[in-house]
């Protein structure tokens, strides 16, 4: 935790149960490699799409849209009745598909998800492993709970695997 207090007050605030040893301000810049494979590769770049979706945000998030795959193109790409803001007004889009299923063939067996849990322990799923796993719950949630696209469900769980799996499915 960070706070910024008057020279004294500080003191008084921060108790010996928990203290921050790291600077506030630190800078972990990606390696060279990992920069030329991103879409964006340095700060002016990250300036040029900043300024483009300020200037036209609607034109800006159509482009971005774009880069998914719909199964129904929107008709109109933002309505704004004020106080209401709806975007992408009568498409279609699933998630689970552009999160998974459209990348199987090129990046099947490389890493989709990567876990640490609390006590260090991790665990790694390809887009194949995940993918098996969201249809197996899949299938059991329309087959012995009947559900059915368009229903409900609540989803309660820690932030485990299992958590992303069953959003997915």
Wanted: net charge negative; aromatic share 14%.
């Amino acid at each position: 935790f960070f706070f910024q207090a008057e020279d004294g007050i500080r003191d008084k605030l921060v108790t010996g149960v928990q203290t921050c040893a790291l600077p506030i301000y630190r800078s972990f810049p990606p390696s060279a490699p990992f920069t030329e494979k991103a879409w964006i590769h340095d700060q002016a770049d990250f300036d040029k799409i900043w300024n483009t979706s300020q200037e036209n945000p609607v034109h800006f998030w159509e482009q971005q849209a774009s880069h998914l795959e719909w199964a129904e193109k929107w008709k109109t790409v933002h309505h704004w009745n004020e106080p209401f803001s709806q975007w992408f007004v009568g498409g279609k889009l699933n998630v689970a598909s552009n999160c998974l299923d459209r990348h199987l063939e090129a990046r099947g067996n490389k890493n989709a998800l990567i876990w640490e849990g609390e006590d260090g322990s991790v665990r790694k799923f390809t887009y194949q492993d995940l993918h098996k796993e969201v249809c197996k719950l899949a299938n059991a949630l329309e087959n012995k709970f009947n559900l059915k696209p368009g229903d409900t469900a609540a989803i309660y769980m820690p932030l485990v695997p299992e958590a992303v799996i069953a959003m997915l499915a």
